[in-house]
């Protein structure tokens, strides 16, 4: 996802060669979101604005979170937003992104569904 949305922006800026980036400490952070299971079962059933708000301000925390640890523990944050945008809380996330937050993570409610249920029916052959 990291590498798709460089690579978006790349091209958003005139550059038709696609250029992406990431950090392999994104590896980690996404691979965060396994931890995502049970509040996505937990409001599963809420209503679509509350969904997307909840992961707004989930991808946020965790965002916000691992951006500070890195920031402690190897002195900098690879994503630091402060020279891009005014509307960054300590260059960690961006408040800009908040509609394609809203969105990702209900598309990602979709894709997760979609793959239990090949899962289970791979599972029940």
Do not use: Q
Request: with cysteine; hydrophobic share 50%.
């Amino acid at each position: 996802m990291e590498v798709f949305w460089t690579g978006l922006h790349s091209l958003l800026s005139g550059n038709l060669n696609l250029i992406s980036k990431t950090s392999i400490w994104m590896f980690f952070i996404y691979g965060s979101a396994i931890l995502l299971e049970p509040i996505h079962d937990k409001i599963r059933r809420k209503n679509i604005i509350l969904r997307g708000l909840a992961w707004v301000l989930l991808i946020y925390g965790i965002e916000f979170l691992s951006g500070f640890l890195l920031e402690k523990l190897i002195g900098s944050c690879p994503w630091d937003y402060r020279s891009s945008t005014r509307y960054t809380l300590k260059g960690y996330i961006r408040f800009d992104y908040f509609p394609a937050w809203f969105i990702v993570g209900l598309v990602f409610e979709k894709i997760h569904d979609l793959l239990d249920k090949r899962l289970i029916g791979l599972a029940r052959r």
